[in-house]
């Protein structure tokens, strides 16, 4: 059993940048795919970024070139960069871990992201 705990969200001005951190605990950490998904009011949860258990990332279009995503093993956590933020990008971000062997996902109990002046 995975537990994941996001940080970092908040307030944050439109142009502005923010780190989200996600820690995980119970499990071996760099057999787990994680992503990042967020939900805004009123939309469906949907894949933000996410990087495999080899490092390879996938960006959505919507926050391509101006987001990265990183893991460090030795720490068990993954992090969510972003900067140029807009409006459109308030949402409760969540983390998830996606197990290599079994396919199961995990997630965290998300993070508030506000973006606005």
């Known amino acids: 059993q995975v537990q994941l705990v996001e940080s970092g969200g908040g307030l944050v001005q439109p142009g502005g940048s923010l780190r989200l951190s996600c820690a995980a605990s119970g499990g071996i950490f760099s057999r787990y795919a994680m992503g990042w998904y967020r939900q805004a009011p009123g939309k469906e949860r949907e894949l933000v970024v996410s990087?495999?258990?080899?490092?390879?990332?996938y960006y959505a279009d919507s926050v391509k070139g101006r987001s990265s995503i990183s893991r460090d093993n030795a720490k068990n956590m993954v992090f969510l960069h972003m900067n140029s933020l807009r409006s459109e990008d308030t949402a409760v971000y969540y983390c998830?871990?996606?197990?290599?062997?079994?396919?199961?996902?995990?997630w965290g109990q998300g993070t508030q992201v506000t973006v606005s002046s």
């Open positions: 990087i495999s258990t080899s490092g390879t990332t």
């Open positions: 998830s871990a996606v197990s290599d062997g079994s396919g199961r996902k995990y």
